[in-house]
């Protein structure tokens, strides 16, 4: 089974819905990230967490809200959609900064479409 | 500013050529890490390389290397006698202590191998 997993992996909404895209991990990591990829502009991040109580806006916050429900949950919600956010979303997850910083793990992605 | 800068957006070889995809980063921290991802058509991204800002010696894994300078701000990545099967979009991704290891990522670059 996928260590990392992401559901729905498509959707297709119409403008002004709630959508709510959720993330699970196995690995046991504290850290958790949600990235949108658009064509040219390469994986750009909106919300990441380091652990359950710690959420932090990253770059491109604005038009999403986020929830870590435990560990190994982090949801990312679109409280009203809008056609320019219509992406591929990545969720990740790393380990907590030690001896070194590991590498993030992906999930498959959900391809979001906004009509 | 673009922290990590992949000037070349698409480049196309000839199966067998060798090939160069670069990568520029711009930071202020002394502690950092570097990532190279690989992203094939079916759209999973997968972790190739992860070196921090103190080793400066070169790796080679199989028909991939990377070169890291410092001097230059510079993190390349080679793939020698290139395959179809490296045919993907590959990022380059900066990560600072300073901002909390918040990843940065570049544009990517668009590898096509031409049978």
């Known amino acids: 089974d996928a260590d990392v997993t992401q559901t729905p992996r498509n959707r297709i909404t119409k403008t002004g819905k709630r959508i709510m895209l959720e993330c699970s991990q196995t690995?046991?990591?504290?850290?958790m990230y949600w990235y949108r990829q658009d064509p040219g502009l390469g994986l750009r991040l909106i919300y990441y967490?380091?652990?359950?109580?710690?959420?932090n806006k990253g770059e491109i916050s604005d038009g999403y809200s986020v929830s870590r429900q435990a560990q190994a949950k982090f949801s990312l919600s679109l409280e009203s959609a809008i056609p320019n956010q219509t992406a591929l979303y990545f969720c990740?997850?790393?380990?907590?900064?030690?001896?070194?910083?590991?590498?993030?793990?992906f999930g498959p992605g959900t391809r979001l479409t906004v009509l | 500013a673009q922290k990590v800068t992949q000037a070349q957006t698409e480049i196309s070889v000839v199966e067998k050529e060798d090939v160069t995809l670069d990568c520029v980063y711009e930071?202020?921290?002394?502690?950092?890490?570097l990532f190279w991802y690989k992203q094939p058509p079916s759209g999973e991204l997968v972790f190739l390389i992860r070196?921090?800002?103190?080793?400066?010696q070169n790796e080679i894994s199989g028909r991939y290397s990377w070169n890291f300078q410092k001097s230059t701000s510079s993190f390349n990545f080679t793939i020698t006698a290139s395959q179809v099967v490296d045919s993907a979009v590959y990022f380059c991704a900066l990560s600072e202590v300073y901002t909390g290891n918040q990843f940065y990522f570049g544009t990517g670059t668009s590898l096509t191998v031409i049978p």
């Open positions: 930071t202020r921290d002394t502690t950092y890490y």
């Open positions: 690995k046991g990591h504290d850290r």
């Open positions: 070196r921090n800002s103190f080793d400066e």
């Open positions: 990740a997850t790393s380990d907590t900064y030690g001896t070194g910083l590991d590498e993030q793990f």
């Open positions: 967490s380091f652990d359950v109580k710690d959420i």
